[in-house]
């Protein structure tokens, strides 16, 4: 299957720092990464849509200047957590859809294991 | 706004019981469904989807799960859970043609051998 990796898997910091988290597709291509944050017994919540050569979108309530996603290959995409403070402390989860499965228009999304970030 | 309900946080069950999850979504369009499972300590993985055609889906691992369109609904099921059931459920709706995942808050399940 299709592997998804992420870089660190825990992280631990102090407030004012930045923090760069990297996400890679193992065995396939994809132009599409999503990058969601998940906290405790809370549901995942999509932050960006990372695109391949070009700027990433941001959902709603998501500080662009805050979360610098930057996709320069077709297999990496990494989230820098700029000034980070104790609330930006979560499970940060990436997800990378594969172009060569497609099933009627869709192409699954294949997660990575997560990175667990606090901030002190 | 659209969103994704998981009534049941925690469920507790014996090997041999059945198991259904309760999943309902807010969305007057078209959607595909998906059920993800979260084993302790590892990333998410696809349980079943559905797309269109027969509303009772069969995925991995003996799980199913039935669209009802008329109740918004999308309710995981398995007949008989075992012990390496024990993991989180995640319910996620993806609408009309975006490649955006909603997801629900999830059920942790866990399985009493």
């Known amino acids: 299957g299709a592997v998804v990796s992420q870089h660190p898997s825990w992280v631990i910091c102090k407030s004012g720092t930045s923090v760069k988290i990297e996400c890679r597709s193992l065995?396939?291509?994809?132009?599409?990464m999503f990058w969601y944050r998940q906290f405790p017994k809370q549901s995942l919540m999509l932050m960006a849509t990372?695109?391949?050569?070009?700027?990433?979108?941001?959902e709603q309530g998501v500080e662009k200047d805050k979360f610098l996603i930057n996709h320069a290959s077709l297999t990496l995409s990494t989230l820098t957590v700029t000034s980070a403070h104790p609330e930006d402390s979560s499970f940060y989860i990436c997800?990378?859809?594969?172009?060569?499965?497609?099933?009627?228009?869709?192409?699954?999304?294949?997660f990575g294991p997560g990175t667990r970030l606090t901030v002190l | 706004a659209q969103s994704v309900s998981q009534h049941n946080h925690h469920v507790i069950l014996s090997e041999a019981a059945s198991l259904e999850l309760g999943c309902n979504y807010s969305y007057g369009g078209t959607v595909n469904l998906f059920w993800y499972v979260q084993y302790p300590g590892q990333h998410l993985q696809l349980l079943l989807k559905y797309f269109s055609g027969d509303p009772l889906v069969k995925g991995i691992k003996g799980f199913e799960a039935e669209f009802i369109k008329s109740k918004f609904s999308f309710n995981l099921r398995k007949p008989s859970v075992q012990w390496s059931d024990t993991a989180e459920y995640f319910c996620a709706v993806r609408p009309d043609s975006s490649y955006k995942l909603i997801f629900g808050s999830g059920t942790r399940l866990l399985v009493r051998p």
């Open positions: 065995d396939f291509q994809a132009t599409t």
């Open positions: 997800s990378a859809r594969d172009w060569g499965r497609e099933v009627a228009g869709y192409n699954e999304q294949f």
């Open positions: 990372s695109n391949e050569g070009s700027k990433a979108t941001y």
